[in-house]
């Protein structure tokens, strides 16, 4: 499936739509979420709404918003998926220092693990789909072609 993530973009592959879903699974409210990550509730409905730009600093903010009582790597891997979300919408702020290795070791770690899972999901996928468990619907396929 291709993705579109620029501001306004395909709705399923969205930052908004990964933040909805996740919050919806996570049985929080807005402005649950917004306190929970030191952002401003107007900010989440815009980001939800595809109708801003995070950055880095709010993809990190809205990780431990999510997992407050998560473990660092689990924050760093859901971090690294909301940045995959956001794609080239990310806003990275400038003139931040370079973390400390630990982090960056940290980092690897989770990007590697979600690569796995990701992987992992993909090839399952796949052999639904070969045994016919699953249907690719006209509307995406139209839009993979596209």
């Known amino acids: 499936m291709s993705t579109h993530n620029e501001v306004g973009g395909n709705r399923t592959s969205s930052f908004g739509w990964e933040l909805i879903s996740r919050r919806v699974a996570s049985r929080l409210s807005q402005s649950t979420l917004a306190e929970a990550a030191g952002v401003s509730l107007p900010w989440l409905v815009k980001l939800e709404q595809d109708r ?38 990310l806003v990275t702020l400038s003139g931040q220092r370079r973390p400390p290795e630990r982090v960056l070791r940290l980092y690897a770690r989770a990007a590697q693990l979600l690569d796995e899972r990701d992987a992992r999901s993909r090839a399952a996928v796949r052999q639904r789909m070969a045994r016919g468990e699953l249907a690719v619907h006209h509307d995406v396929a139209s839009r993979q072609a596209g």
């Open 52 to 89: 801003g730009r995070p950055s880095d600093e709010v993809c990190r903010r809205l990780a431990h918003g999510f997992l407050p009582n998560g473990s660092p790597l689990e924050r760093a891997m859901l971090d690294l998926r909301l940045r995959r979300a956001a794609g080239q919408s």
